[in-house]
């Protein structure tokens, strides 16, 4: 090459190892920030923990069982295609411990016999009834049905398939009472939760507006009779790295962000909601993939533009458990589909970002979500492919390769290791050592493909949403709630707890 060549190629070279010096050096901050921004947020959950134990004694949910003053609550739950699991979780439903309740399921056009299912178990007969239209829907209902047989707080409606969030809508529609619960057709709650969650409703009627729940995973747990009787972590290697994340993110992270006022999500699979609040905001958004988060926004949205005082919270008290996919491809479905929602989301209410007439959530939520969730498989996949790119060109050297991988992934090793302990701390829910181990296998698989998988499918969702791609749920492979061990009966909930409170073998706990 020429002299006059080289210089070309130096000319061309130099601001290239600049640059991508420059990105690498960007990239390792923007993992230390945000892997810090978790850890702070489970500090506060500390707190926030640490306080309900102190009072777990004086929560007087026996008290609130038998209160008249208790205000009822109406449980929606859209189901589509949920034959295999639908008559455990609503009988789960129906045996809530709970003083005023109705269970309302919208079967959403299902083609796989799941209101056959319900009105063999449960001995329904269609009546007439005339549904409310308090918020716009758009599948026609085509029958209401309820149990012959007996004061049964179960109605079961049957319309045409619009989609979960107007399924939703006819369900609050259709609900007799001032709170309204919704849940997964794939989920069970525990026995005491609707208690929990409906505490702060009872302790500050005038301001409290939502609040959320727990959600656990139910793979590999005993279910007996619609309850959860013994919690495990799945033994299969994505469970696991569920079970990890739902800990961190969905549990901690949001017990954080509650505790300051900046509660941006309830999971669609267990949220409480005053009907009244519902009904001004016109329900859910049948053509948001991504409702249940988005409702919440609106809801902050309208408060905030009336300068009505109001609060948003996430309970810790109460469990939903709920079945999370146990195929790559499904889960590789249901993260495209959650980021393309939160894609959405953020485009729709994209004037409060940084807008200060919406307080915290404007200032300091919404921003944290584009940083840090929007843009978070954009920055992990850049720095898998500029940080080698660095080393091989020369631009960095090995010595920054190494502070990168600590950086991007053992701290985030570490944050979830504390997630981890912090959950066994408070609640103690497993019984056996092998769970607790086989949650911090999955801390360490979850950083090692797993996370680059997520990355790749949730840019895959943002590109979507960009591009205004036709909404696919897809299918969701169903196992329904089995019980390990062949135990199935309701005469048997004593002998497996005896069964579990009395193991000694090496793999259980003291």
Known sequence: ?????????????????????????????????????????????????????????????????????????????????????????????????????????????????????????????????????????????????????????????????????????????????????????????????????????????????????????????????????????????????????????????????????GLLIIAGAFGLFRRDALVAVGGMDPDCI????????????????????????????????????SQLKVLARQRRRWHRGLTEILIKHRRMIGNPRYGLIGTLVLPFYVVFELLAPVVELAGLVLVPLGVLIGAVDLDFLWKFMIVAYAYAVVVSLVSVAVEEYAFHRFTRWRDVWGAVVGVVAENIGYRQLTAWWRLRGMWDALHRSPQEWGAMTRTGFGSPGGVTDVTDVDAVLDVRDSKEDGGDRA
């Open 1 to 261: 090459m020429t002299a006059a060549g080289d210089g070309a190629w130096e000319w061309l070279v130099g601001p290239a190892h600049l640059l991508i010096k420059a990105c690498d050096i960007g990239i390792i901050i923007y993992f230390l920030a945000i892997n810090t921004a978790y850890l702070v947020l489970i500090l506060i959950a500390v707190g926030e923990f640490v306080r309900r134990m102190r009072r777990a004694s004086f929560a007087g949910y026996d008290d609130a069982a038998t209160s008249p003053f208790t205000p009822p609550v109406s449980v929606v739950m859209p189901a589509h295609n949920e034959a295999a699991g639908i008559i455990e979780a609503v009988r789960a439903m129906l045996l809530l411990r709970y003083p005023v309740f109705e269970v309302v399921v919208v079967d959403d056009g299902s083609t796989d016999g799941t209101l056959e299912a319900l009105r063999e178990a449960f001995d329904l007969a269609e009546v007439e009834y005339v549904v409310p239209e308090d918020v716009p829907v758009r599948g026609r209902v085509t029958s209401v049905n309820v149990p012959r047989g007996g004061p049964v707080p179960l109605v079961v409606a049957r319309k045409e398939n619009g989609g979960k969030a107007d399924a939703l809508n006819v369900g609050i529609n259709l609900a007799r009472y001032p709170l309204v619960c919704m849940v997964d057709a794939d989920s069970i709650l525990d026995s005491q939760a609707l208690l929990a969650v409906a505490k702060p409703f009872s302790d500050d009627p005038m301001r409290v507006v939502a609040t959320g729940g727990v959600v656990g995973l139910a793979n590999g747990c005993t279910v007996v009779a619609g309850r959860v009787v013994e919690p495990h972590v799945p033994a299969d290697l994505l469970g696991r790295v569920q079970v990890v994340e739902y800990l961190r993110a969905f549990f901690l992270g949001r017990t954080g962000w509650s505790k300051v006022g």
């Open 290 to 325: 991504g409702e249940d988060a988005e409702l919440v926004i609106r809801l902050h949205r309208k408060l905030r533009e009336e300068g009505r005082p109001y609060r948003i919270a996430f309970v810790t008290e109460p469990i939903s458990w709920s079945e999370a996919p």
